[in-house]
């Protein structure tokens, strides 16, 4: 070997440990940058710099993809590229470990690689030369390596961001609960000749049933019942908005009827409740004591029981349509008799609509049946063989809605 033969291949080893000291040096930087670092964005754009720098390219992006959050779009800087373009390729790239595009319009040659994430994110890096100029093999390895490296600390970071994002939710969640739970009634115990029980149980931290009690004087009292189209947070804030209004529409009018109560409450409900497409369905139910006998209005709740004394249960029909589905609610107040030995059971659609591991339904014939057999027990203890009977029915399927129950039952006077 001639000395000239030895220089030049000296200066090629030089300028391979120059190249290898560079990668090095990149990829040291490019963990230093990704080190702590829990936002993706900033992570993309890091990876995104280091690429740049480690390979002769016009232009350099990352894209990520994540259910149920918005996509991100990282491009180098200097570089013009159509973000329609970018998720285009992306889209090429699909679950491929690399794409290669020669001449891509208006865009260039491009090569993509994927970024190692779990199942339900992907994410690419990608890297544009001028048009049919090409990514040579080592090219394309440096890239894999580099797109491997940033997917382990973009997995750490999409995990860091799900646990966050779950612990807001659980924060959020219980606030609802707790705000819910404190909104509550307290039972309008010693009223006289009624024993009332009411309870609700939802399906996750907060739900869309309600109950409320006014108690107007000595002699009369009222019960609203309810039911939200919907579970969760939503139908918990449209809770208190028709607790809240029910309770305006009858101040002030003390002699108003429960259909009256109910048609004012639509009128002040309906635009909102419209605008969203859900409805309310609701009981009201003036209970008075000298005449022994509650009136009804009933906005298309179901199942509402009713077994006078020495009688079956029967299901008492709603006579008109739920809250916030018309403009103009109108309805009529039905008259029921509340002595000692009648008995008056409202419910949510949980408990006929529990099922079992064969999907079969509870149904109203076993609540009918259940009311006949419990007459002679205390509202307390009827409205417990009721949960504890579709407790039993969905063990092994599903209770997958809330549950609240109303128990009014007419006594003698304990007072």
């Known amino acids: 070997m001639t000395r000239d033969d030895q220089e030049q291949e000296l200066r090629a080893l030089t300028a391979e440990l120059v190249e290898v000291q560079d ?40 894209t990520l993809e994540q259910q149920g959050q918005s996509p991100v779009l990282v491009v180098s800087p200097q570089f013009s590229l159509w973000p329609a373009a970018a998720w285009q390729l992306s889209e090429e790239l699909g679950d ?45 390895r440096l890239m894999a390596a580099l797109a491997g490296h940033a997917g382990a600390q973009l997995e750490s970071a999409l995990m860091y961001q799900e646990r966050l994002s779950q612990t807001r939710l659980e924060l959020e969640f219980e606030l609802a609960r707790t705000v819910q739970a404190g909104l509550t009634p307290p039972l309008p115990l010693g009223y006289p ?47 208190g908005m028709t607790r809240s209004t029910i309770r305006a529409a009858a101040r002030g009018h003390p002699w ?3 259909a009256a109560v109910l048609r004012r409450a639509n009128a002040q409900l309906y635009r ?15 209970f008075e004591s000298t005449a022994q006998r509650f009136i009804v209005a ?27 589905v018309l403009p103009d609610w109108d309805g009529p107040d039905v008259e ?31 609540l009918l049946e259940l009311a006949d057999r419990l007459p002679d027990r205390s509202a307390a203890e009827i409205a417990a063989e009721f949960f504890a009977a579709t407790d039993a029915f969905g063990r092994n399927g599903a209770l997958s809605d809330d549950r609240t129950l109303l128990i009014v039952r007419g006594v003698q006077d304990r007072l």
């Open 23 to 62: 990668q090095l040096l990149a990829f040291y930087d490019l963990a230093d940058a990704l080190r702590g670092n829990l936002d993706p964005g900033p992570l993309l754009t890091a990876l995104v710099a280091q690429a740049m720098r480690l390979i002769r390219t016009i232009g350099v992006f990352a």
């Open 193 to 239: 000749d009624i024993d009332l029980f009411a309870e609700s149980r939802a399906a996750s931290e907060v739900g869309g049933d309600f109950f409320d009690f006014a108690l107007e004087d000595r002699e009369r009292l009222v019960c609203t019942f309810g039911d939200v189209a919907g579970k969760g947070v939503p139908a918990a804030l449209l809770v």
């Open 256 to 258: 108003a009827s429960p």
């Open 336 to 366: 029921l008799r509340l002595g000692p030995g009648d008995l008056l059971i409202a419910a949510t659609d949980g408990f006929s609509e529990a099922t079992d591991a064969d999907g079969e339904l509870f149904g109203r014939d076993r």
């Open 298 to 324: 009933n906005a298309g709740h179901s199942p509402v029981i009713y077994r006078p004394a020495g009688g079956s249960a029967r299901v008492v029909q709603a006579d008109a349509v739920p809250i916030g």
């Open 96 to 140: 491929t470990p690399q794409l290669i595009k020669q001449d891509v319009p208006k865009v260039g040659s491009v090569v993509l690689v994927s970024i190692p994430l779990r199942a339900n994110a992907r994410a690419a890096l990608g890297l544009v030369r001028q048009a049919r100029e090409n990514f040579g093999a080592p090219d394309r």
């Open 272 to 286: 909102d409740f419209s605008q969203l497409g859900l409805f309310a369905t609701v009981v009201l139910a003036r």
